[in-house]
């Protein structure tokens, strides 16, 4: 199973499978300009789990090294990222060498800004290991955090080659899980009617969320995203509707300090922000109401924005990067599968966040 993503630059491959991890090998002994060296950056907790499948699948003639990065987010700071770079400039990594980027997201971000950045940029192949990966592993956006903001230091680097086995998905924890599934339903909101409703008949609670139903969605997911992708690879257009839930999913998470609320679970609560916000602009006509309850039977913690203030959401949207004055950038809906881009006031959302506090009761 297999998706071509295409940017200006660069044409690769996206193998999706149980098992697609043995592909490994092939694609990196077929490559144009096949590596010399291979340096592994590995999120340690991941590592520990799957470790020896990648290590099994890796090429024999090719030198290895393993770099080892504390799991999740931590490793998106500056000493992981400097670490990182002293270890590869300790392997004497030059340009014929590959980084591996061997975790979830954050690995990925990671890793691939540290290709990116290693002598102006070294290739790299993205081995994601969780169900957000299918988005973050795909499109080249490479970052890490600054104290003052989330993936604000970064570059734009396209890895070679996407190697995606489904079968290290299924360590995965019911929130890791139910967080990263958030992104393929973000991705139907925003391009395929069809897949919605599928996904809202097929899924139920956060163990449905598997096997093949699952695969088909990623690859699916991985589709729209690379379509996506391929029209706007820097973000100056249509990029932004991957947006969609983003606005105030990202307030929901700053707020509840990165943790308590995965990702994914802030942006399941920040699309139905969105809906109503669509439903109030242009009276986009959708059932949000049992949507929300279809969100929270499958185990998302749906009114977890509604933990905080109205000042306080907006205090942190205005912050965010995509905020222009004083009013906030949405993706809205104008139906399903038809996202554009719309600047909204104080007011405008102020009565939008008193209609979803009032529905959420
Ligand atoms: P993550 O990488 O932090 O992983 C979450 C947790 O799951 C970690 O503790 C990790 O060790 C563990 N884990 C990973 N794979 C596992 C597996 N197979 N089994 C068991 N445990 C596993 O989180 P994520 O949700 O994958 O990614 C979130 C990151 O992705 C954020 O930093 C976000 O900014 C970034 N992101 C980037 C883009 C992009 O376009 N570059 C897009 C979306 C999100
Ligand atoms: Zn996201």
Redesign the pocket.
Known sequence: NRVTVETVHKTYPVIIGEGAVKEIGPVLLKMKNKPTRLFVIA????YA??GSALKEALPDPIPVDWHFVP???S??SFSVFEQCLTAMLEAALDRHSLVVAF???????LA?FCAASYMRGIPFIQV??????H?????G???I?HPLG??MIGAFHQPEAVIYDTS??????EK?TR??FA?VIKHAFIADEPMLTEILRTIQKTADIKGAFLAQCLKKGIEIKSAIVKEDEKEIGVRAF?NFGHTYGHAVEALSGYGKT???EAVACGMIFALYASQFKNNFSFNIRSFAKWLKGVGYPVKEGLGFSFEEIYTVMTRDKKAYGGTVRFVLLNKIGEPYVTDMTKEELQKIDEHFRKEAE
Request: proline share 2%.
């Open positions: 999120d340690e907790g991941v789990i799957h799991a999740g987010e490793a998106k975790g979830g997201g954050a690995c990925g971000d691939g994601p290991t969780t169900i957000l990966a988005d973050s592993a795909v499109g956006k490479t970052a955090n989330k993936n290290f998905l299924h360590s995965l924890s890791e967080s990263g992104e991957l995965a990702h994914g």
